[in-house]
Structures are given as C-alpha cells and as structure tokens.
C-alpha cells in the first residue's frame, strides 16, 4: 500500500478516480432525487457511439475529444426519450430501455468496425467499456478536473435554483424561472458528470456511480447541501477504493471494482444510518411494540382496579395471564412498570396500580378518546 | 373597484379536446373567491392558467391589467400538496424561504433578513415551532401550512390555492380560514379551489362555479343558488365533445 | 446463401423473437427496464453455472441465470419495500452491482478460456453454427437453436396459456386481483420468463443488446396498433425482419451481427416513429392541424351561438371583433370565417356574421350534456 501512495503512476490515478467520484457523486444526488436514476444508465450506455465517432472522424484519442463526442450522443440520447415521451404515448421506462440499447449497439458496431483500421489505434477505445484507471495520465487528470470544476461551480453558483427545481418545479414556474432551461442545464451538468468517468469506470457501469454514493448519502442526513457533500465523499472514496484494489491485484477491472465498493457503502448506510437505517427501524419498532404491550397491561389493571372500590386492590398476575393469554414477558413487563413506580407489588403477590399509575392510565385513556 | 384578475374568452385545451371552454371572469380587488366544480371541472387549470403554467388555446388573462409575467412576482401561489416529494432532504424553513427565490434574483442566497421573513411567515400560520424539521416529518395538515407560509413569504397581491383544505386535520383548517380572512382584511385577493360545499358560504364571499364553462360567479349569496348548483354538478355533467 | 449462413439467420430470428414476446409484456405494463436490469444480473448466475458445466449452451445456465435474475425482481422490491430508495435508484444499484459482480469473476478467473467481456457484451453468433447438437452420430443443427428455440417455445406457450389473464393484468391489475388471478405470481412467472429467456439470448447476442430486442420491436409495434394480439404478431415479424436484414448488413460491413440487428431495430423504430399511421409525428402534424381549424371553427359557432339575439350581438358577432375577443391574427380569423362559410355553418351578412341552422346544430352538440 505505501509503495503505491509513493508511486507517482498511482497519485495520479487515485487524483483522477477521486475526482470523477466527487462530481459524479454530487451530480448524481440531484439525478437520484428528480427520479432520474435510470436516465444516468441510458446516457452513459449512449455515449459509446459518440467516442467512437469521435475517434473515427479526428483519428485522436485525446480524452477531451472523446469526451466531447461521447457527451454530445449523451446528450442526444436524452433528447430522443423526450422526443419519444411527448409525441407518443410509449412511457418513459420503454424509451430509456430502447434508446439505452440502440445507441449502445450501434457503439459496438462503430467498435468493431474501427477494430479494422490498419494502424489498430482501437486499443485505447476498448477500456471506455470497463474503464481502465492504470490508463489515467497526468492530461487526462487535468482534463477531469477542469471539466468537472466547471460542473460544480455551474452546481453552487445555480445552487438555490436547482434546488427548487428538484422540489417543486411548478412553483419554480410560477415565479417566472425559466424551468425548461434549467431544467437543460442540470441535464447537461449530468452529462458532464457522467462523460468524464467513462476512461475509468466504463460506459457500462458508470451509471452506478451516479446512483450510488447518492442513494447512500441519502441516508445519513436530510439536508441537501449535506446530502451532496457526503455524497461526493463517498464517491470520492469508491473511486480511490476501487482504483487502488484494481491496480494492486492482477486482472481487476477497475470499472468493475470500483461500483462494488460504491454498492458497499449503500448497503452499509442502508441498515445502519441512524434514524432512516433498517437497524435503527427495527430499534423502533421493538421499543414501540413493547411500549404498547405495558401500556396494554395498566390499562387492564385500571379496569380491574374500577371493579373494585379502591386502585389500590392487588390483583394476581394469573389474573393479568387471563386478560393476555400469550404474553409471554408479563412478568418482565409488570417489573419494568414497578420499576417506573406506576403499579406497586402487595404483600400477597398481587399487583396494583399506584396514583401517578392511575393518572397515566386516564391520560392514555383521553388520548384515545381524542 | 379595479379587478384584479380580469379572464376574457379563455379557452384550454389538453391533446385537442378542451378542458376550459371560453372562459369570462371578473375577480374583484380584494375578493375571497372560491372556485367550485365537479372533478374534471378544469379548476387547476383555471389556477395554472392564470400563472401562465399551462398556454391557453385562446383567449387572454389580465392581472391588474397586465400580463402575467410582468406581475409574477405579486402573485402568490399554493400547489396542491401532493405535487411535491416530501421525501426531499430539506427543511421546513427551507421550503418557505424557497417563495423569496422570485424576489432574491439569480445567484444571491437568502440571509438573515430573509430568514426572519420566513420565520414570520410561520409563525402566522402556527409553525414557526417545527422550523427546523424535516418535512417527511409533518402531517398532511403542517404540509399544508408549510406551502402557505411559502406563499405568505411572497407577499403578493393575489393569492391562488389549490384545494388548501383538502384533507387537512380541524386545527389547520381553522388556522387556514383565519389566514384568509386576515388577508382579505389587508386588502389582497385569494382564489382559492374548494370542495366541500358545506362551508362555502360561512368561508367565502364571492364563488366561481365551474365546469369546463363558467356556470355562475359572483357574491355567494347571489350566486350560490340550488339552481346554479344543479347546472354545476347535477348528475348530468356539462361538458364540450372533443374537437375530432 | 450457405447452410451455414442460413443457420446464423435462423438462431438470430428466433432469438429476436423469443425476446420480443415477454418483451412486448414488459413495455404495457411499463417495465421496461427491468430487461435492462435482469439482462445485466443475470451475468453471475451464467458465469458461476459455466464453471460448473465449461458450456454457454448448457440447460444448467439457463435455469442458474433465470434464479439470478428473480433473485434482481426480489432484492429490487426488497429495497423498494424499506422506503429508503426509490424503484428506479434500487434497479439501477442492484443491477450494477451485480453486473459488477459478474464482470470481474469473468476478468479473474476466465480470463483465458472460451468467455471473455467480448463475448459478454457482443455475443458470438458467427460462432453458433460450430457447436452443434448430435445424439447418437447424428448431426441436428446449432445446439443454440434449440436452447433459444425452446425458451421461446415455452415464451409462447405461457403466453398462449394465460392470454386473458395476462392481458387483464397489463391493463387491471386492480381487477385481476379481485377475479383471482394473483398477479403478484404472474409478475414472478414474467420475470422469470424474461430472465430465461435473457440468458438463452446471451449467447448470441450478449446482455445488453438483448435489451434493445426485448423492448425495440415492441415499442415499434405500439406505434401500430391498439390491439394487444396485433402488438404480438408485429413485434414477431419486425423482430424477424431485423434479425434478417441486420446479418445481411453486418456480412456487407463486416461488422458485428447482434450489433447490426440492434442498429435495424433502431433504424425500424425512427422509421415508424415518423411514418405510422396514427401514432407517427406526421400523422400526429397533420391532425393537429386539422384540428387546430375544426376547433377554431367550434369556437366560432359557439361564441356566435352565446351572443346571437343578444343586445351585444351587433358588437360581438363581426369579423374584425373576433380578432381581440378570441384573440385570432386577422388572417386566420378571415381564414376561419371562410372555412365556417365554405361549410354552410355561418353566413356573412355584411360586416357582421349569422349563424345558418347547420351552424346552430353544431354549437349546441358541443356543448352537450351528458
């Protein structure tokens, strides 16, 4: 691990991959919450034409080019949905899937087909399929990093705005914002986004670098500048992770290695974020189940209690067993409530409430009521 | 007096068949107005149209007698609550400061200043407690509340709601109507769509009853007749056939 | 025209049509992008069952990748349930994740043998004809004809067998339900077709153009027609056709087949888009406009209708009125007129204008009541 953190080759590459995870991330946390998840996958299948065309008509494969070719078909392939979308009634999910598929077969064929070229220059052009971070020079690296600078002041500078497109795009119109435009724009930044991981994650699973670190940033805070930061940490760190993993191990696509980590982290965040996690709900769900279960067993020892004269009448926990045939913890509920001081243990063995017991009974009893 | 809102010939249509059919409304200055139909009615669409959300297949919306776009920012609007995702990560003060993103202009962020407008805008509608909630967190009735505090914000001249009372809890409704009635007394217009034909008059005192044509508007109790009321809803609904 | 070539012609037809029928499904009930997801998933079932069996072909694939694709449907709906990620945001992760998955075993540990990324994305259905089925000595064809040829049977059989039911729980779920047809197990039994169904198709033409097969022909054919048998029959001979033309294109090229085919289904798709009958953007141009003068001539006759006998009328009903009242440029109100007149709706007298009893009728029956 020490020799690569030396290692000028590795610096780059760890620069390169950190970068492109902290713009995908923090694009990806506004796809993630305008539903637009799936639209990522389509754009970063889509540009594979685009770098193939690219290379066919310069001949270069200086990565500011492919990339730019690569987010003009993006580009183009979010246009085609929305063409597809509003002049017909196909719905969104079956133009996402066909312009996703089309465009990316017609990539594999301008791929084959330059796979002919006499001077087979292609073999650069494969690793746009899985992403090759070892490939990352010094150029790329300056190149992802203006590229996705600009994505990002773009992002702060239209901070307030793009947030209320997220939210309420209508209100947004209703002040006059011109919500197509920026809706075009946060589109755009998306492309961007996306275009400038394609060397090193791959056009084929770039999409998961939109969506990830989102998806598990959204669990660890409710607020959207928060949000996007940790989104573009985690990122950051998937990115570094992966590509550190891959150049280190044989045979390791870094594209690959990389969504995995990326997948760790949402499961992670998933189960145990507090507040949201599934660990923390099922916290919850226990503590509200067994609040429920002791607040069932006063109530029928206030029942109990207005049979009789006084509350302070002990009743035998067979009795209690009667009303709860299958309460298997009474016993660990009735101490728990004596131990609150809400009900007492009389000399018999019998139960009864005490007074601040009988008051909490008559405020569930009004909360009910109300 | 002037009108605020003055609708002449409005006609909408969704896909060649119309929603509004020639339209003509007068909203007096300072009027509580509810809009009533049957659904379907074109109400939202009245309310979208006159934001200039929705482009009419003809006629022509005044306000204060200019278009909507030049007095956009004396217009204040209340969607209904379902549009939005309350799922999204962000706070409770965040959403009504969100009204004064007209005002502020491109770039600038809110302030102070502008924080304590928000903090006022929930204060009058009960809220100010929760400012710093999540807003997964409200109940129907608080969201309710939160989009008119954002409303409030705007200090507009005009009011559009979109069915404000639709399934919100006692309290809020109380709270709501109060709102109201204190913005008519400082002299603004509100439309608000309504539903429950019970309250109209005890709440408003002007109605539009619509479907797809302007069945009657005017003073409640003018206006708000069986008679008119038949014609609104009265099993055999009104309608325009599609232009095929 | 080969033995051999004839051969490639017939896997690649039937495999474009065993996908097109769980596809058409998967387009109405706007699932589209679960072919998206399960084609990618079900990478590490195939590559997990070719370790074990060292056959792309073999039965034991098919029924390991059809468990790995439920497995994406479960896990999807698993992720939906716990309301932390939204439907489209869980697709895209669990896909990924597992394509990733998949991916990286291949780049491990098969490196060097008969399965390559190559093979995973482009397929290899030049090679089809090379592995053929013999029992017994003799020589019965592609051994891929019949795997494909018998998922499409099966395709088809399910298809045929719960027509109606299928049908009723595209379009009422609601309804299905309530007539017992659980459509919560016909889902699972159309996923799990689709995932058959995606590793049968693997073979020939990789996992992400099997996408473009499942949802190209389909949406191609709703632009065709309303009826849900038609829909069938179209996607059937459009995905033939392009199975067929795309290997004559790719043996012009020599490019990639599965890449060419899914090139045709685009090409079939921009083709209908423009030109279908009621659907296609012409047809849609034209009667816009066609109903852009029936609806200003409704207008007319009913603004004249509303004000005819009235004190206003004089002011009302002439033809330079029209202009501000509806808001029409001269031209197109003197257009109207004229088109109203031609009719026999209206007539001019003088500067004003006076509805014939034709014209009366039509104002009336649009405002009708119900």
Request: with cysteine.
């Amino acid at each position: 691990m020490e020799q690569f953190l030396g290692d000028y080759t590795f610096r780059t590459v760890a620069l390169g991959t950190a970068i492109l995870g902290a713009i995908s991330g923090a694009l990806g946390a506004f796809a993630v919450l305008r539903r637009q998840s799936l639209l990522g996958d389509a754009v970063s299948h889509a540009a594979l034409p685009g770098i193939g065309l690219a290379f066919i008509i310069t001949g270069s494969k200086a990565p500011l080019i492919l990339m730019v070719g690569a987010g003009l078909a993006g580009w183009l392939a979010t246009v085609v949905v929305l063409v597809i979308t509003t002049t017909t009634r196909i719905k969104f999910d079956g133009a996402l899937g066909f312009v996703l598929s089309v465009f990316f077969g017609i990539g594999l064929v301008l791929l084959t087909f330059i796979q002919k070229f006499p001077d087979a220059g292609q073999a650069g052009l494969d690793s746009f399929l899985f992403g090759q971070a070892a490939a990352l020079v010094e150029q790329d690296v300056i190149t992802i990093a203006v590229l996705g600078g600009l994505a990002l002041a773009v992002l702060v500078l239209f901070w307030k705005e793009f947030k209320l497109l997220s939210f309420d795009p209508e209100f947004a119109n209703s002040l006059v914002l011109p919500v197509r435009r920026l809706d075009l724009g946060l589109t755009t930044l998306l492309v961007v986004a996306i275009v400038i991981g394609l060397q090193t994650v791959g056009v084929v699973l770039m999409s998961a670098m939109i969506i990830a670190p989102a998806a598990a940033a959204r669990q660890w805070t409710d607020n959207l500048g928060i949000m996007v930061l940790i989104s573009m940490v985690i990122g950051a760190l998937s990115g570094v992770g992966g590509a550190l993993l891959s150049t280190s191990m044989s045979n390791l696509p870094t594209g690959p290695t990389i969504v995995l980590c990326a997948s760790g982290v949402v499961l992670v965040s998933v189960i145990i974020a507090p507040r949201r996690g599934l660990v923390w709900e099922q916290i919850r769900r226990t503590l509200q189940a067994r609040r429920l279960r002791s607040e069932a067993i006063l109530l029928d020892l206030f029942e109990l209690a207005r049979k009789h004269d006084s509350y302070e009448h002990p009743h035998m926990e067979a009795a209690l067993k009667v009303m709860h045939p299958n309460a298997s913890t009474l016993r660990r509920q009735l101490r728990s409530l004596h131990s609150k001081g809400l009900i007492s243990v009389h000399s018999t063995g019998g139960w009864a409430l005490t007074e601040e017991g009988m008051n909490t009974c008559k405020g569930l009893l009004d909360k009910r009521v109300r | 007096m002037a009108n605020a809102i003055e609708v002449r010939d409005l006609t909408v249509a969704y896909r060649e068949s119309p929603v509004l059919w020639d339209i003509d409304l007068d909203v007096p200055s300072g009027a509580l107005m509810a809009i009533v139909g049957p659904n379907g009615a074109g109400k939202t669409t009245l309310i979208q149209a006159i934001l200039s959300l929705i482009k009419p297949a003809a006629g022509q919306i005044r306000i204060f007698g200019q278009p909507y776009r030049s007095v956009a920012s004396s217009v204040g609007y209340v969607p209904q609550r379902g549009s939005v995702d309350w799922d999204f990560p962000t706070s409770v003060l965040d959403v009504v400061l969100m009204g004064l993103y007209g005002r502020l202009g491109w770039v600038r962020r809110p302030g102070r200043d502008q924080r304590t407008e928000a903090m006022a805008a929930l204060d009058q509608v009960g809220m100010a407690e929760l400012a710093h909630r999540q807003i997964s967190q409200l109940s129907g009735g608080q969201q309710q509340r939160v989009f008119l505090a954002r409303a409030l914000v705007q200090d507009a001249r005009i009011y559009l709601m979109d069915e404000p009372l639709q399934g919100v809890d006692a309290t809020t409704e109380r709270t709501i109507i109060e709102l109201l009635r204190t913005l008519q007394s400082l002299g603004k217009t509100v439309m608000v769509v309504h539903h429950d034909l019970q309250t109209v008059s005890s709440y408003f005192d002007e109605v539009l009853l619509l479907n797809v044509r302007r069945i009657a508007s005017g003073p409640v109790s003018e206006v708000f007749t069986e008679a008119n009321l038949r014609l609104t809803y009265g099993g055999r609904v009104a309608i325009i056939k599609g232009a095929t | 025209m080969s033995l051999f070539q004839l051969e490639i012609q017939l896997v690649a037809a039937v495999v474009a049509v065993a996908c097109a029928l769980p596809g058409t499904f998967l387009v109405l009930r706007q699932m589209a992008m679960m072919s998206d997801a399960i084609s990618h998933a079900i990478l590490p079932g195939i590559v997990v069952g070719f370790f074990l069996t060292g056959n792309l072909s073999s039965p034991i694939l098919i029924l390991g990748g059809a468990a790995t694709g439920l497995l994406t449907v479960v896990l999807v709906e698993w992720m939906r349930k716990t309301e932390l990620v939204r439907e489209d945001a869980a697709i895209g992760l669990v896909f990924s994740a597992l394509f990733a998955a998949g991916v990286i075993l291949i780049a491990r540990y098969a490196g060097d043998v008969h399965l390559d990324t190559d093979a995973v994305l482009l397929g290899e259905l030049a090679f089809a004809p090379f592995d053929r089925l013999q029992i017994a000595g003799y020589d019965l064809g592609p051994q891929s004809l019949y795997s494909t040829g018998l998922v499409g049977l099966l395709c088809a059989a399910f298809i045929i067998l719960f027509y109606k039911e299928l049908k009723l729980a595209t379009f009422d779920s609601a309804l299905c339900a309530t007539l017992g047809f659980l459509p919560g197990l016909l889902h699972y039994a159309l996923m799990g077709l689709v995932s058959m169904t995606a590793v049968a198709a693997f073979d020939a033409v990789g996992s992400i153009l099997v996408v473009a097969l499942m949802v190209g022909p389909p949406i191609s054919a709703y632009l065709l027609t309303n009826r849900l048998d038609r829909m069938i029959l179209y996607s059937i001979l459009l995905a033939v056709t392009a199975a067929v033309s795309g290997y004559w294109v790719a043996h012009l090229f020599d490019a990639s087949i599965a890449g060419c085919m899914v090139a045709i289904v685009g090409v079939q798709f921009g083709i209908l888009l423009c030109i279908a009958p009621n659907q296609g953007l012409l047809a849609a141009w034209r009667r816009r406009k066609r109903q852009r003068w029936q609806f200003a001539i409704k207008m007319l006759v009913i603004h004249l209708l509303q004000h005819e006998g009235t004190p206003e009328a004089e002011r009302e009903c002439r033809v330079d009125h029209l202009q501000d009242h509806l808001a029409w440029e001269k031209p197109f109100a003197e257009n109207v007129v004229s088109r109203a007149s031609t009719k026999r709706l209206l007539n001019p007298v003088g500067e004003s204008l006076e509805l014939t009893p034709a014209g009366r009728e039509l104002a009336r029956e649009a405002i009708v009541h119900r």
